[in-house]
């Protein structure tokens, strides 16, 4: 039996050609991750438009219901961000939500509490409505229910171009669903 000497290892050359297909590799994901999040943008910037366009007035009668389906607490700002509090109501099962705002803040507010408020449609406090002491345009975007099941309000102030909640501001983003359509995410 004859032993025959291993073969060393040799060094393959690599062409110029093959280095330029793999740097075209990350500059076409690149390209397609751009163009990802450019439609991802435009899908977000188009959800935004409908949804502060279907936005309604809370100072006018609401056209479509949302009705409860058990019983749970919503959350009512007294002001813009709320600044002076919330109060927090009880809705019972089969409760429309959007006549339960709409005659909470065409309430009047007593003019002798004594507070600073600021009224942002009449500063002359002619028989104020609480919905005045929310922005000057304030419209109800939506609703936000939390761990606890209770219900927040999303407000949009097209005067202010400002969306809020509770305390703090929101933003809308668009996602992809699991069949591939663009789809609302609120944080």
Same mark, same amino acid.
């Given at each position: 039996?004859?032993?025959?000497? $291993? $073969?060393?290892?040799?060094?393959?050359?690599?062409?110029? &050609?093959?280095?330029?297909?793999?740097? !075209?590799?990350?500059?076409?994901?690149? #390209?397609?991750?751009?163009?990802?999040?450019?439609?991802?943008?435009?899908?977000?910037?188009?959800?935004? !438009?409908?949804?502060?366009?279907?936005?309604?007035?809370?100072?006018?009668?609401?056209?479509?219901?949302?009705?409860?389906?058990?019983?749970?607490?919503?959350?009512?700002?007294?002001?813009?961000?709320?600044?002076?509090?919330?109060?927090?109501?009880?809705?019972?099962?089969?409760?429309?939500?959007?006549?339960?705002?709409?005659?909470?803040?065409?309430?009047?507010?007593?003019?002798?509490? &004594?507070?600073? !408020?600021?009224?942002?449609?009449?500063?002359?406090?002619?028989?104020? $409505?609480?919905?005045?002491?929310? &922005?000057?345009?304030?419209?109800?975007? &939506?609703?936000?229910?939390?761990?606890?099941?209770?219900?927040?309000?999303?407000?949009?102030?097209?005067?202010? #171009?400002?969306?809020?909640?509770? !305390?703090?501001?929101?933003?809308?983003?668009?996602? #992809?669903?699991?069949?591939? #359509?663009?789809?609302?995410?609120?944080?």
């Amino acid at each position: 039996m004859a032993v025959l000497p $291993k $073969k060393e290892a040799q060094e393959v050359a690599i062409s110029a &050609g093959t280095g330029a297909k793999s740097q !075209k590799i990350p500059d076409e994901s690149k #390209q397609k991750a751009k163009l990802a999040d450019k439609d991802r943008k435009d899908a977000a910037g188009a959800l935004t !438009k409908i949804r502060r366009a279907s936005a309604w007035q809370i100072h006018r009668w609401p056209l479509e219901k949302r009705v409860v389906e058990e019983k749970t607490r919503i959350h009512l700002p007294r002001s813009y961000l709320a600044t002076d509090g919330e109060e927090v109501r009880v809705v019972w099962p089969g409760e429309d939500l959007n006549q339960v705002l709409y005659e909470h803040y065409l309430e009047s507010v007593d003019l002798n509490d &004594g507070s600073g !408020k600021v009224n942002f449609v009449a500063s002359d406090r002619v028989l104020p $409505k609480r919905h005045e002491y929310l &922005g000057p345009d304030p419209r109800v975007a &939506g609703y936000f229910f939390d761990f606890d099941g209770e219900i927040h309000i999303r407000w949009w102030d097209a005067f202010l #171009q400002d969306q809020w909640m509770d !305390k703090q501001k929101w933003k809308m983003d668009a996602v #992809q669903n699991d069949s591939g #359509q663009w789809v609302m995410k609120e944080h």
